[in-house]
């Protein structure tokens, strides 16, 4: 069964960090994109940031840019998002996709367009607050 896990979420303190964790199982990352999405709630989901499938380009959204850190150990087949300087507008269910192919070997997939992601995971709850 081919699957992506996170897990890392948890509830800090604004100025906090955290380290959010993308595990795939029954595939290899070695292939694959991967991009890191939220979703607060009573909002849409929107992009935070991806990497492309050899690890040398980086995107982020702009309001995370600077603050957060998305890198991939492909010896774990995870996928990581750093994410420091945490705040209350942070809070979210984060989400992990990968999008396979050659057009992501050295380019990130779009922190729009959810389409170019072939599997998703079922997302890790995060909470900044007091």
């Known amino acids: 069964q081919l699957q992506l896990v996170e897990s890392g979420g948890g509830l800090v303190q604004p100025g906090g960090s955290l380290r959010l964790s993308c595990a795939a199982s029954?595939?290899?990352?070695?292939?694959?994109?991967i991009g890191w999405f939220r979703q607060a709630p009573g909002k849409e989901r929107e992009g935070v940031s991806s990497?492309?499938?050899?690890?040398?380009?980086?995107n982020y959204e702009h309001s995370v840019k600077g603050r957060f850190t998305v890198s991939k150990d492909s010896a774990k087949n995870t996928v990581y998002l750093e994410m420091n300087n945490l705040r209350p507008e942070d809070t979210a269910v984060y989400y992990c996709?990968?999008?396979?192919?050659?057009?992501?070997?050295?380019?990130?997939?779009?922190?729009?367009?959810?389409?170019?992601?072939?599997?998703w995971g079922q997302g890790t709850q995060v909470i900044v607050s007091l």
């Open positions: 996709a990968a999008a396979y192919g050659s057009s992501w070997y050295h380019h990130p997939p779009s922190l729009i367009n959810d389409y170019e992601y072939d599997y």
């Open positions: 029954g595939f290899s990352l070695a292939h694959y994109a």
């Open positions: 990497i492309s499938a050899f690890g040398g380009v980086t």
